[in-house]
């Protein structure tokens, strides 16, 4: 069936104003439930096929292909080079990017005497998406759609539910998808839940558009450290960095409220806001003996407590006659 789809496309793209549902299954050769499923695959690619549930426009019981977007602008060198590395940044997220990248020819935008095709901005580290997820979820998110997700969390569980998305979010090297989640506003919680874009195994548009509520994307991430949720209000962290590691505490802006204190013997002491969470634990963690804790007194008990924890778990398992310890 999957073969249809090139001559499924040409047949829209042949009439722009679209085609009944009907004859399009007549001159394809096919039933009309394949014609719908052709459409699903179209989709699935990022490619929007309208039926008159998504565009009152598009008769009942016809199909249309979503019409181009039409743009003429001038660049100067310089902005045409700001774009591209900024489109470069995009394309190991979807194949739109590079297609659109390519349409705007700008990489035949290289310097004099330099090879076109060196990329400006080279971003190894990219997650693996299904097909045409990002463009589904973003229109989605213009659109106030419900969707219908099927989400392989951290566990590896795998469940479905219905969800409403606000915003994508970007935590290097991920994309997460912020909104509400309708299990959660039924069970009573906080329906406001953050689905890492990769995880997601399959989402669905449905006809079914959600009001959205008051919510400031900018305020949601300030709230956190990382990507884990934390617990309660937000408190005054202050962590101090050994010299060695001063420099890398510097140079990085991790979150919104950071302020970095230099101390006369060359260490810093790093300041945010934050909700208590396990990211921030692990982030202190992560320098060892050169981080010290100066407040809140609770985080600074956690911190002990997995650094014990750690200790204990590998203590003894290794020694120079071999594995140990696992009895």
Same mark, same amino acid.
């Given at each position: ?62 199909m249309r292909l979503e019409a181009p977007l039409e743009v003429t602008v001038r660049l100067t060198l310089e902005e045409a080079e700001a774009l591209r590395a900024a489109v470069e940044r995009m394309e190991p997220l979807t194949p739109l990017a590079k297609r659109a990248l390519e349409r705007l020819a700008l990489r035949t935008l290289a310097a004099p005497g330099k090879d076109r095709q060196d990329p400006v901005v080279y971003t190894p580290l990219a997650d693996e998406y299904p097909p045409g997820l990002f463009e589904r979820a973003v229109r989605a ?76 994307? !900018?305020?949601? /991430? ?6 884990? %949720?934390? *617990? +309660? ?5 202050? #962590? ?61 008990? !956690?911190?002990? /407590? ?6 204990? %778990?590998? *203590? +003894? ?5 071999? #594995?140990?310890?696992?009895?």
């Open positions: 069936m999957e073969s249809r789809l090139p001559d499924f496309l040409r047949l829209l793209r042949e009439s722009p104003k679209g085609l009944p549902v009907r004859e399009i299954a007549a001159r394809l050769g096919v039933r009309r439930q394949s014609v719908y499923r052709l459409r699903d695959k179209a989709q699935s690619l990022g490619v929007w096929v309208e039926t008159h549930g998504e565009n009152p426009e598009v008769p009942p019981g016809w998110i213009r659109e106030r759609r419900t969707c219908q997700v099927t989400y392989k969390n951290a566990k590896g569980e795998v469940k479905t539910y219905r969800f409403d998305p606000y915003a994508l979010i970007a935590r290097d090297p991920h994309l997460y998808l912020v909104g509400a989640n309708h299990n959660s506003r039924r069970a009573g919680h906080d329906p406001v839940k953050d689905l890492r874009l990769d995880q997601i195994l399959d989402l669905r548009l449905t006809r079914e558009r959600f009001r959205k509520p008051r919510f400031d994307v !900018r305020a949601y /991430a300030q709230r956190r450290f990382r990507a884990f %949720a934390g *617990e +309660g209000a937000p408190v005054r962290v202050r #962590v101090r960095f050994s010299p060695e590691k001063a420099g890398f505490i510097r140079r990085t802006r991790r979150h919104p409220t950071q302020v970095v204190e230099d101390l006369p013997d060359g260490s810093v002491v790093w300041q945010v806001e934050v909700p208590l969470s396990e990211d921030l634990v692990h982030f202190i963690l992560g320098y060892g003996p050169h981080a010290t804790v100066l407040e809140p007194e609770e985080l600074r008990r !956690r911190v002990v /407590a997995w650094a014990k924890g750690a200790v204990a %778990a590998n *203590e +003894g398992v290794l020694s120079p006659e071999g #594995v140990t310890g696992l009895d």
